[in-house]
């Protein structure tokens, strides 16, 4: 028999029970995102799920469990997301596939709402430690994703030898956080695309100039 989740007063969860936890998180999460941590109440949760407050308070008794497993809940697709499009990357034609990529999907809704886990980091951090540590690594781990690309391009001598890729990657995620920010308050993304671009064309100025006949660095089809 499959082990069952607990509920967060330790009870083991039935199949109905983790639906009705999935139903209330994903109501929280969508609401927090929209709305932000500190407008969203815990009736206004309960309404949105279409559950009663007992079902609710076991299992959440209190906002902080609640808004911790949303935090979770949104690193984990949005990390996800970025795995797909960071696993193979290997190029900067592949960073620039990259940047289209996050700055497409964020104008979907014209930057409104900001990046997912950034717009909770500034609600978040300087109020709730444990909320700011956990996002803190899940900011570590996105950047994670980037050097390790920015590491690939050197080992492929895309990149110099001299390109530091945890500092290139630390200056692309404070672009990318950067330009959230200007695309949400300008309810248009081309401040974002325009952040990235800039930080791009830095690391372009690491890059090993192609010989002739060979095709320019970052232009040999990788991700």
Not at 89 to 118: F, I, K, M, Q, T
Not at 138 to 165: N, P, Q
Request: aromatic share 4%; proline share 3%; net charge neutral.
């Amino acid at each position: 028999m499959a082990e069952q989740a607990s509920d967060k007063n330790g009870s083991r969860l039935t199949e109905r029970g983790r639906a009705t936890q999935e139903r209330i998180l994903r109501a929280a999460a969508d609401m927090m995102y929209v709305k932000g941590v500190g407008a969203t109440t815990l009736d206004d949760v309960r309404a949105a799920s279409g559950t009663s407050k007992s079902q609710l308070y076991r299992h959440y008794p209190d906002k902080d469990a609640l808004v911790r497993d949303v935090v979770a809940l949104q690193a984990a697709e949005l990390l996800e997301r970025q795995h797909q499009l960071l696993r193979r990357l290997n190029s900067l034609r592949g960073l620039e596939r990259w940047r289209d990529a996050v700055v497409e999907h964020n104008a979907l809704r014209n930057g409104a709402y900001g990046c997912p886990l950034g717009s909770l980091a500034s609600e978040l951090a300087d109020r709730d430690e444990e909320a700011r540590a956990a996002i803190a690594r899940y900011f570590g781990t996105w950047e994670g994703l980037l050097e390790a690309g920015l590491a690939r391009m050197k080992d492929s001598v895309v990149l110099r030898a001299d390109a530091d890729a945890g500092e290139l990657a630390a200056g692309l995620m404070a672009a990318l956080q950067g330009g959230y920010l200007l695309a949400q308050t300008a309810r248009n993304v081309q401040p974002m695309r325009i952040a990235l671009d800039m930080a791009i064309g830095h690391i372009k100025t690491y890059a090993v100039p192609a010989e002739d006949g060979n095709p320019p660095a970052g232009d040999t089809g990788g991700r």
